[in-house]
């Protein structure tokens, strides 16, 4: 798929989507409830792939236009099974736990890149438990039970590793500890899972090292609601910093969404400046892109960038480089300086990265443009296109 953009301002009202990682970890939650309502559920594929999951694992779900209604999942009733995780990180750490809680043989499936990405926690874990953990290019297997006890992890690795732990270690028998054994990146997305889980009635209790975990919990019935993504509001408010006027609703200001920063941050971006995006990975492409319109600016905390969906922060100063923009990548450094910037002569990559598509999109309302692949906004923000159509930007999408 390529969309193309011609040179077009914004303007308008519109509704935040829903947050899809609230809505991952509402729905396991929900999963392991007696039963519930999960409400304002976009169905991208991530959300798919995570529903898929929890179905394959023995969870009743029955999905609405906006809404899921789903529950009965219990680590008793899991059998062998396999499970197609798609693109979606978050599923397969999210879900993994859980699985290993099981003592049944679980495989996921799903593209080559997931299984590219990090899951050495898990391996360790496993190994340490006696627990099966056979990775290939495009599957894991697992089988074994895991046991209560300390979990001593890395903090700069990826949160979802915690997060997927704190689903299952309440479900056990004793009690557990996650101790950090670094200073912890991306903690607002701890704090998203702790904040869910206690809405359905599981306790964790934060310490000075890490968490502790009470075991023999169970997950509440309730209905939920999920609020809107700061993830993706921010590239329908960058158009405002190109000359546009769009306002976004159904943004809740007290969220745990470490995103929010995007609104202090769009503050001082065009005039340059430094940013740590340590616990905002997911703004870096819009940042990068919006840097290179303005006057530049020097972003760190960007090492992380490298295991996400694409390595971010290579793909942008790739795609950025054909519209002029000068951006030097290091270790856990990019700077993106002054330069002239212009409509690019060749159609972009999205590198099949659903943030790439957002950032390179909100540029080329600028500069007008082309971008292939842009089916990769499916993972996040399937609606995309047609709310840039309803802001007045000129859309065609082929």
Do not use: W
């Not at 890395?154 to 009690?175: H, K, N, Y």
């Not at 760190?300 to 002029?324: H, P, Y």
Request: charged share 25%; net charge positive; glycine share 10%.
């Amino acid at each position: 798929m390529i969309v193309y953009i011609k040179p077009s301002r914004a303007r308008g009202a519109v509704t935040a989507p829903p947050s899809k990682s609230e809505a991952h970890r509402a729905l396991i939650c929900a999963a392991l409830s007696g039963g519930c309502r999960v409400d304002n559920v976009q169905q991208s594929d991530d959300i798919k792939a995570t529903l898929g999951a929890l179905e394959a694992l023995g969870a009743k779900a029955r999905i609405g236009k906006n809404s899921v209604t789903l529950g009965g999942l219990s680590a008793e009733k899991i059998t062998d099974t396999n499970i197609f995780a798609n693109e979606s990180g978050s599923t397969l750490r999210f879900i993994l736990p859980l699985c290993m809680i099981s003592g049944k043989r679980i495989t996921f499936t799903g593209a080559k890149r997931l299984f590219a990405r990090d899951l050495s926690v898990y391996g360790d874990i496993a190994k340490e438990n006696g627990i099966e953990f056979s990775l290939s290019e495009d599957s894991l297997t697992v089988k074994g039970k895991l046991s209560r006890g300390k979990y001593r992890i890395r903090g700069d690795i990826s949160s979802q590793f915690v997060s997927g732990l704190m689903f299952a270690l309440p479900l056990l028998e004793g009690d557990s500890e996650i101790e950090f054994t670094t200073p912890v990146f991306s903690k607002p997305y701890i704090d998203i899972t702790v904040k869910t889980l206690s809405r359905f009635g599981v306790k964790i209790t934060e310490n000075e090292n890490g968490y502790y975990i009470k075991g023999n919990q169970r997950y509440n019935a309730l209905n939920y609601r999920v609020e809107g993504d700061y993830s993706n509001a921010a590239p329908l408010e960058a158009f405002n910093l190109l000359g546009g006027a769009v306002s976004v609703k159904g943004l809740k200001p007290d969220t745990a969404q470490g995103d929010r920063v995007y609104k202090e941050i769009f503050k001082t971006l065009s005039s340059g400046g430094s940013y740590d995006l340590s616990d905002c990975p997911d703004l870096a492409p819009l940042l990068f892109a919006l840097a290179a319109a303005f006057s530049g600016a020097r972003f760190t905390g960007t090492a992380r960038l490298k295991i996400k969906e694409s390595d971010r922060a290579q793909a942008m100063k790739e795609e950025l480089s054909k519209l002029g923009a000068d951006i030097r990548v290091s270790a856990d450094e990019v700077t993106v300086r002054a330069a002239k910037l212009h409509a690019p002569d060749c159609i972009l990559d999205s590198h099949n990265d659903h943030r790439v598509v957002m950032a390179l999109c909100v540029l080329l309302s600028v500069y007008g443009g082309a971008v292939s692949g842009a089916e990769a906004i499916n993972k996040s923000f399937p609606g995309f296109f047609e709310v840039l159509k309803n802001l007045g930007i000129e859309v065609e999408v082929k």
